[in-house]
């Protein structure tokens, strides 16, 4: 149990274009899921916490406008990366947890984005 | 601000040999630490949960320890396989959002054949 699934794992886009990465919980109901994003050797960052049918909490630095989060259900989380930069080419990963307490996540597989 | 360091970066050892990869964090009011296991361009899988009320946590060739007031964790993994080879992570929750789980580097290991 407690399995959280991402779609793409990988894809490529030119700069200017959107991208939309989804996060799935598929065998339980995730009221939040939370959107981290990855640079080489690096630790995972958190960008923004998805309320399933409320807006998302942006951290500090994270660009709403730039990174549009939608969670209309409780088993999926969509983060788009809209006008997309090569810049903003990294690993995203989503987590989310089985018993709603923040210090038990289980993260997706990862979408790694290359913006050209 | 909680910060977690861990120590070393990289580690290559050959296959067989017990080893320990360290974790350490500035803050000790935590209310749990978690080791994970990252394989190349992969998310992230979860090993060992430990509580701020517990010592260590075993599972298969794996014990993390905990010791809350030093601010320290140390994962142990015995007889080494090369499929052990991957970077595992320590994070610590510190409470509140998710904003309260704070991440290492991670430590990027190499079983050697």
């Known amino acids: 149990g407690a399995v959280v699934s991402q779609h793409p794992s990988w894809v490529i886009c030119k700069s200017g274009t959107s991208v939309k990465i989804e996060c799935r919980s598929l065998?339980?109901?995730?009221?939040?899921m939370f959107w981290y994003r990855q640079f080489p050797k690096q630790s995972l960052m958190l960008m923004a916490t998805?309320?399933?049918?409320?807006?998302?909490?942006?951290e500090q630095g994270v660009e709403k406008d730039k990174f549009l989060i939608n969670h209309a259900s409780l088993t999926l989380s969509t983060l788009t990366v809209t006008s997309a930069h090569p810049e903003d080419s990294s690993f995203y990963i989503c987590s989310a947890s089985l018993t709603g307490r923040i210090g038990e996540l289980f993260f997706g597989e990862g979408s790694r984005l290359t913006v050209l | 601000k909680q910060e977690v360091t861990q120590i070393p970066a990289a580690l290559s050892v050959p296959e067989g040999e017990n080893l320990v990869l360290n974790c350490s964090f500035t803050d000790s009011a935590i209310y749990n630490l978690q080791w994970f296991r990252q394989d190349p361009g992969k998310g992230l899988t979860s090993l060992l949960l430990?509580?701020?009320?517990?010592r260590e946590q075993t599972s298969g060739r794996l014990n993390a320890s905990l010791d809350k007031s030093s601010g320290r964790s140390t994962l142990y993994i015995a007889a080494s396989q090369p499929g052990d080879s991957a970077t595992y992570l320590c994070a610590v929750w510190s409470g509140g959002g998710a904003d309260g789980l704070t991440f290492g580097k991670g430590t990027h290991l190499i079983i050697q054949p």
């Open positions: 998805s309320n399933e049918g409320s807006k998302a909490t942006y």
């Open positions: 430990i509580q701020s009320s517990q």
């Open positions: 065998d339980f109901q995730a009221t939040t």
